[in-house]
């Protein structure tokens, strides 16, 4: 039988983690460079597919968006063309 832990701090996730016999999903962070040696921990080399996630650009309707907010979303469009990534 397993049990399913979720530590709302990375406090208590680490040191879960180091005194325990549990796992930890850590993105890739200085989290583990700097702390690896002292806390004993060792990384695994996982693969885990990603999943993207819907992103929109909401405007208000019959409102002014102001430069700054105009040259962001051109930005965001020229930067997701060579993803293909759609959109209106």
Known sequence: ????????????????????????????????HFNAKRLLLKTLPIELPTQPYPVAIVILKNRTISTVAQLFIECAREIAKPLGIGGS
Request: glycine share 6%; aromatic share 6%; hydrophobic share 55%.
């Open 1 to 32: 039988m397993s049990a399913v832990v979720t530590a709302v701090t990375a406090q208590l996730a680490t040191n879960l983690l180091a005194h325990g016999r549990f796992l930890e999903i850590l993105g890739e962070s200085s989290f583990m």
